[in-house]
């Protein structure tokens, strides 16, 4: 006797399903389900076309020239908004703050003791004057400890020399000084009006000459959301897509989507930091 296929079992639990719906509750699922089918098809052909795509790289670079900041908040389920949900990685400050930390020997960005050094600057336009400045950050005191608190207590017990400044990684704002950074970073949303329509963000990140106006490397990515847009449950239809994404995302131990500085880790591909002397 021939065995049933997957597929068999699966059509059958599906026709089983839609036996105990009514007429409408079937045309609804059928055509929820050719939606998808349509979305996931869009999809699939859109990675082809995926990827990282280095064309060069340059050595010992100091310091990099922000063409676009990111917004200040993430956008989780606005279909329609061309803000690159894709490419969203840190908002507001945090913008700078990733391309000037070090590095730990896992790649994880820490705000001291790493094994390597970050990028020495950024630059950027300030939209509020359009002037181009410069942010540099590291270590500061920004506060002191309560030394009533009972661990403080021990502690200067145990070295009555203990620190108490309370350290935060702070950025610095200058004017920038001449000759602006040679190397440009800027992200653009490459979405069409029909890939938001089956909930499919398509992102364009370039690391540029500006001398030459060359681009270096761009890296094109995709992410679709599986659910198209629903909010059921609490659902956030973006934070969600990045789960069906290409290329895809790294993981955490969790086996979550690890977004965060996605852009740092592309840009120093291309452009390769130069070491604290």
Not at 33 to 54: H, L, P, T, V
Request: net charge positive; hydrophobic share 30%; glycine share 10%.
């Amino acid at each position: 006797m021939k065995r049933p296929t997957i597929g068999a079992l699966l059509l059958s639990l599906f026709l089983s399903a839609c036996a105990g719906l009514s007429s409408e509750e079937k045309v609804q699922q059928e055509a929820a389900q050719a939606r998808y089918a349509k979305a996931d098809a869009m999809f699939q052909e859109r990675c082809k076309k995926s990827g990282e795509f280095i064309h060069r790289t340059a050595e010992n670079v100091e310091g990099v020239f922000l063409l676009k900041l990111r917004p200040n908040e993430i956008n989780r389920g606005e279909q329609y908004r061309m803000d690159d949900p894709y490419g969203s990685d840190v908002t507001g400050k945090g913008y700078f703050e990733v391309f000037l930390q070090e590095k730990d020997a896992r790649g994880s960005l820490v705000e001291q003791g790493g094994t390597t050094n970050g990028y020495r600057y950024v630059d950027a336009i300030d939209p509020k004057d359009g002037k181009r400045y410069r942010y540099t950050g590291g270590m500061k005191a920004v506060g002191r400890k309560d030394i009533n608190a009972k661990g403080v207590q021990m502690a200067l017990e145990r070295n009555p020399n203990y620190d108490l400044n309370i350290y935060r990684f702070v950025l610095d704002k200058v004017p920038a000084p001449d000759p602006a950074p040679r190397y440009g970073v800027t992200y653009d949303d490459i979405s069409t009006r029909e890939e938001r329509d089956y909930w499919i963000a398509g992102s364009s990140l370039k690391v540029i000459d500006l001398k030459t106006n060359e681009v270096m490397a761009e890296r094109i990515g995709y992410m679709m959301d599986r659910g198209q847009g629903s909010t059921g449950g609490g659902r956030s239809p973006w934070l969600l897509a990045e789960r069906t994404a290409c290329p895809a995302f790294p993981t955490t131990s969790g086996g979550y989507p690890f977004k965060g500085y996605q852009t740092r880790n592309f840009v120093e591909k291309v452009l390769h930091i130069a070491e604290e002397k």
